[in-house]
């Protein structure tokens, strides 16, 4: 499982996300942000590149690391960045979300 980055070499625009599934078999995906997959789907892979920033065995951990990174650069205030939230109920477009601790751990569970 890991935290990466997804950068369009052509604009500069960037994308964090995670994965749970192994390196070696996600070589070719870049995220699941809608923006981002059209834009691969116009530019190309080519003109995309996936840096790994964090690995863990841990999903807890895994979700921690990516809010956190998403957090610190502030990506999902900022046109730079393909994110339009924070991961799990955080915050949308600046916005706190509020879900019931039954759909956080439903929201868990799926990953």
Same mark, same amino acid.
């Not at 995220?31 to 691969?40: A, P, R």
């Not at 477009?93 to 751990?105: I, T, V």
């Given at each position: 499982?890991?935290?990466?980055?997804?950068?369009?070499?052509?604009?500069?625009?960037?994308?964090?996300g995670s994965c749970t599934r192994p390196i070696n078999k996600t070589k070719s995906y870049f995220?699941?942000?809608?923006?981002? #997959?059209? +834009?691969?789907k116009e530019f190309g892979k080519k003109n995309f590149v996936k840096e790994i920033l964090w690995q863990t065995e841990? /999903?807890?951990?895994?979700q921690e690391m990516e809010v956190?990174?998403?957090k610190e650069v502030?990506?999902? #205030?900022d +046109?730079?960045?393909?994110?339009?939230?924070?991961?799990?109920?955080i915050c949308n477009?600046?916005?706190?979300?509020? /879900?019931?601790?039954?759909?956080?751990?439903n929201l868990k569970d799926s990953w």
């Open positions: 499982m890991y935290v990466y980055k997804t950068t369009n070499l052509l604009n500069g625009r960037r994308y964090i995220g699941s942000n809608g923006q981002l #997959k059209k +834009d691969i841990d /999903f807890d951990e895994l956190r990174i998403i502030n990506a999902c #205030k +046109d730079a960045w393909y994110n339009q939230y924070e991961r799990y109920g477009y600046g916005k706190k979300l509020h /879900f019931s601790d039954e759909h956080k751990q």
